[in-house]
């Protein structure tokens, strides 16, 4: 085997302390760039970018992968600890994570999400490694009428994110739609629902929308309960889950992280779509679905791989096409041009070496990942144990950072406070709130693939192309069977009684 | 403790109180995309390569939005003393010309223009259509319906493509994507028939190539590509520029000063070399040439954005009724809450209040959009058919809860806890009014005071905590966050 030999080349020119020490810097800033809220691994990567000029193009490479490929686990540690994704992707993390450390439990939460993301990563890796071409091949066929039939489907998983009465979950996501649509048209360049602020033109960024939806929205909450919260305050323990737990829910995993890659494969999806299909499909195969967004040790974990798996798959599009698969992405092409290479195919031919190095590193990051995971969950759990009147403010501040160094502007953050007020009414009265951000990220790419489709041909386009029939029969099932299998279960209850 | 506070206050009072020569603070070079983008790392590397030719500290921020308007507006908010840089492409004109907000090019000094990156069109190889003949054909063929992808309608690839199909003759559809990089996923996955671009666009993807080049002569790179004037065709030359401007007004001293240190950065071998190596030409032209350029490249947009129709005044006509439509909707609200106060004041939920809230707001969401043009690129669905989807959708839901809990009311419990809301709401003002002392007082005081203010409120009474964690709070910000992620946090008018 050809690539065999390559890969043991990488490895080979990774051994030494140098490069080892620049992976495990790497690890380290992409997980500090994760837990800081409102610092995307884009902008993590895009910030190493002029350091690792003066190293040479290997070493620059792996420097930054190393950060990518750590950055996407370190969002779920805020995710799970204090209910704020510390980036997009982490948010799923937060549905079944901070229900945990609710519990008492941060320490299950954590070695969980630390066990999926390093499995996650490394399939998303080897995937990567032997499957890159017939992968990218297949991203190429998704058309205007595939992305929306896939935001389609994503739309659906609203109906899996209810937690009792669906209706209200509904409710959750058009909101997000509707204020998705704020900003410039894409096609006519028309400023919609804009009231003549100028920093609307881009519509509301999404990073400060989901600090405030999330963190703050929390906050509100949990101080306007407070005397509640302190009674039924359990001990917090620190202990992982075992090894037979995570045995137990193996299948989920490894669901999870074949989603998570081929979801990342696909460019403009990215991380956060797969983590939240993962979800819905973790749910839907696991024996306990009832304890899905209650504190579910599967959707900790389906959310990590998922999240993890994703990297190695944006990377096909990159490696193999020259083309970005995510925003992170993006900035190493960036990064590539500056060391004199060119992405895409001509990277296997003339710089093999490096191309192989790169995966190796990845193999290796993930290693260390796994490493200082372990070690740095002791930590969290010792922040966990902050008292909330000091903790609170704290993240308060910390929403602010996030929020501001989005676009280096104040503006973000009054959205930032405005989505922490709405995402606090809309919890005080059962509504969830994970649906407002699925409109926010799905609304996008469902408009304007929606309407490219018919800039391009007729509506028979979405029926005609089979893999978009295929997701919106999908879409349609699983729209209406979580329904019917609720409206189900209440009939049956009732004959019962 | 306040010794570290008086250090932190010092070193913003140092920064604004010396006064010697031009450059005696870190001058900002403020970057309208997203870090990573071509332009940012460009500008990041220009702030590494000017540490060899002057002792000027170079900064690079990112001001994204409105296709350049907020880094444009960033820039003329500032003082014209030559510490605040905008980088500048080509496309700005066309922002400029749409966008309405009263910005044009004579707001700018056009200080130094830096890469030049010639227009050209690509094709797919692995398809039929890969010359400019075939192009011709097909799109008489098609009769109108052969398509062209590119990035947003009205932008300097879009206004190329307009100036391509009247000299050839042709008609087609142009495709709009998010970005130019989504519309090359686009051809390479054979949607379309041409993508509007640049050289670069094809390294390392060896299913595109060059159909033509819009240059005075044929590329060095890629000598195998005609121009258009080799097959005929008046399209001389047409770049895509990028470089750096100025706030109007700036001291001649201190543009000298900037136009020498850029001209000794184009010169750099490791400049050169980046530029070549995305495919661009590294080019320097000084104030006066570029000035040039940009008028000349002012008036040919204008030209063509008018002949694809898109400088028209679009504002909604509706617009004026806008207030009074809201106004009776308010007022709808009113009556339909007393009307259900008064038949079942139990079904009067916060949830019901919230559902009729949204009911009305979807309602004039749809009023609102049925006053957006639909524009001539609209096709069959304009802007404002997805909005008033989801306002019909969103409307029949919250009619739906309404009802539900109309007809439920007897089940639900009446309030239970109203006694700790005040408590949220006064949380929320103290953030709120965080955000309002910031532009004055800076991160750091501001901070501070949010955050004992904070724990003060939350009841946390041992002050030696409450010191130690804003002040380790205050250094890690300043340590993590501002030198080691560079994120300019604001340091208020106050020291300024």
């Given amino acids: ?92 993390s937060t549905f079944d994570g901070y229900p945990m450390t609710k519990k008492g439990e941060p320490g299950r939460a954590l070695g969980a999400s630390v066990i999926a993301s390093t499995f996650g990563g490394l399939f998303g890796t080897i995937v990567l490694i032997f499957f890159s071409v017939p992968l990218a091949k297949a991203a190429l066929s998704f058309g205007p009428a595939e992305y929306f039939a896939l935001a389609v489907f994503g739309l659906t998983i609203t109906s899996s994110l209810a937690t009792g009465n669906w209706v209200k979950a509904f409710i959750a996501t058009l909101i997000g739609l509707l204020l998705n649509t704020v900003g410039m048209d894409p096609f006519t360049g028309y400023l919609r629902f804009t009231f003549g602020v100028p920093e609307l033109a881009d519509g509301f960024n999404f990073i400060p929308a989901l600090i405030g939806l999330f963190a703050l929205g929390e906050i509100f909450l949990q101080i306007e309960k407070e005397e509640k919260v302190q009674k039924g305050l359990k001990k917090i323990s620190g202990r992982m889950p075992k090894f037979s737990e995570m045995w137990k829910i193996k299948r989920t995993i490894l669901q999870s992280s074949v989603l998570g890659t081929l979801i990342g494969v696909v460019p403009g999806a990215g991380a956060t779509i797969a983590a939240f299909i993962a979800y819905n499909e973790a749910k839907r195969i696991s024996k306990h679905p009832e304890e899905f967004g209650k504190g579910s040790l599967e959707g900790v974990a389906a959310s990590g791989s998922a999240t993890s798996g994703s990297v190695g798959g944006a990377l096909v599009p990159l490696l193999t096409l020259g083309i970005p698969g995510s925003a992170a992405t993006a900035v190493l092409i960036g990064a590539l041009v500056l060391h004199g290479l060119t992405p895409g195919p001509e990277l296997f031919k003339g710089n093999a070496p490096i191309v192989y190095g790169i995966f190796a590193s990845m193999l290796i990051a993930y290693l260390v990942m796994f490493f200082f995971g372990f070690l740095g969950n002791q930590l969290w759990i010792k922040i966990i144990k902050v008292p909330k009147s000091i903790l609170n403010p704290v993240i308060l501040a910390i929403a602010f950072i996030g929020s501001y160094s989005v676009g280096n502007s104040l503006f973000d953050v009054w959205v930032c406070l405005a989505f922490g007020i709405l995402g606090w009414l809309l919890r005080r009265n059962n509504f969830p709130t994970a649906p407002v951000i699925l409109g926010l990220i799905l609304g996008f790419l469902a408009e304007t693939n929606f309407r490219r489709a018919l800039l391009m041909s007729d509506a028979t386009i979405f029926f005609t192309r089979p893999v978009s029939l295929i997701l919106l029969i999908l879409s349609f099932l699983s729209l209406f069977y979580p329904i019917m299998k609720s409206k189900f279960k209440t009939i049956n209850k009732t004959e019962e009684e | ?60 921020e990112n001001k994204p939005g409105g296709s350049g308007t907020v880094a444009m507006r960033t820039v003329l908010g500032m003082r014209a003393d030559g510490y605040t840089i905008l980088a500048v492409t080509k496309s700005f004109i066309s922002t400029m010309l749409l966008a309405n907000t009263g910005i044009g090019i004579n707001n700018f000094d056009w200080l130094a223009l830096m890469i030049s990156d010639p227009e050209c069109l690509i094709v797919n190889n692995t398809t039929k259509i890969r010359t400019l003949e075939d192009i011709i054909k097909d799109a008489k063929q098609k009769n109108g319906e052969q398509k062209w992808l590119g990035p947003l309608v009205g932008g300097l690839d879009n206004l190329f493509a307009e100036e391509v199909w009247e000299k050839l003759n042709i008609k087609a559809h142009w495709i709009p994507y998010e970005s130019g990089s989504d519309a090359i996923v686009a051809l390479m996955g054979k949607q379309g028939a041409v993508y509007v671009g640049n050289p670069g666009d094809i390294s390392g993807r060896p299913t595109l190539s060059i159909a033509v080049v819009a240059a005075e002569k044929r590329l060095e790179k890629f000598p195998d590509v005609p ?148 524009g001539k690129l609209a096709g069959s669905v304009g802007p404002a058919t997805i909005p008033q989807l989801w306002a019909v959708i969103l409307a029949l839901f919250t009619l739906w809860l309404i009802v539900k809990n109309f007809i439920n009311a007897e089940a639900k419990n009446s309030n239970q806890e109203k006694n700790k809301v005040w408590k949220a709401t006064a949380l929320i003002i103290l953030m709120a009014a965080y955000l309002v002392i910031m532009p004055f007082l800076g991160y750091y005081i501001s901070t501070a005071v949010f955050l004992i203010a904070g724990m003060l409120m939350l009841n946390y009474k041992n002050y ?3 010191s130690l964690t804003v002040l380790g709070f205050l250094i890690s910000s300043y340590y993590v966050i501002q030198l080691v992620l560079q994120v300019p946090l604001p340091a208020g008018r106050l020291f300024n």
Avoid: C
């Fill in chain 1, 1 to 92: 085997m050809d690539i065999f030999t390559h890969l043991l080349q990488g490895i080979d020119l990774l051994l030494g302390w140098q490069p080892l020490l620049i992976v495990i810097s790497g690890v380290l800033m992409g997980i500090l760039v994760g837990v800081l809220p409102g610092l995307s691994p884009a902008m993590g990567v895009a910030l190493l970018v002029p350091f690792s000029y003066g190293l040479p193009p290997l070493y620059a490479l792996i420097l930054l992968v190393a950060l990518y490929s750590a950055a996407n686990y370190g969002g779920t540690i805020t995710a799970i600890a204090i209910n704020t994704p510390g980036t997009p992707s982490a948010i799923v």
């Fill in chain 2, 1 to 60: 403790m306040r010794f570290i506070f008086l250090a932190i206050i010092s070193l913003f009072l140092l920064k604004g109180n010396t006064f010697a020569g031009y450059p005696e603070k870190p001058i900002t070079i403020v970057v309208h995309s997203k870090p990573g983008s071509g332009i940012d790392i460009a500008s990041r590397l220009i702030s590494n390569i000017a540490k060899k030719y002057s002792d000027a500290t170079i900064i690079v």
């Fill in chain 2, 227 to 374: 121009t258009f004037v080799e097959k005929g065709y008046d399209i001389k030359s047409e770049v895509l520029w990028r470089g750096f401007a100025l706030k109007k007004g700036t001291p001649p001293k201190i543009k000298k000063y900037l136009t020498d240190l850029f001209a000794k950065i184009a010169k750099d071998s490791i400049w050169i070399n980046f530029v070549n190596n995305s495919s661009a030409v590294p080019v320097f032209y000084d104030e006066e040439a570029f000035s040039k350029i940009v008028a000349k490249d002012q008036e040919k947009a204008r030209y063509y954005l008018q002949k694809a129709g898109l400088l028209k005044p679009r504002k909604a006509e509706k617009d004026k009724y806008a207030k009074k439509f809201l106004v009776v909707l308010f007022f709808l609200f009113l009556i339909s809450f007393l009307v259900l106060r008064k038949v079942k004041p139990a079904a009067l939920s916060q949830d019901t209040v919230i559902a009729m809230v949204l009911f009305f707001l979807s309602v004039y969401v749809f009023y609102l959009s049925a006053g957006f043009p639909s």
């Fill in chain 2, 464 to 466: 030696l905590v409450i």
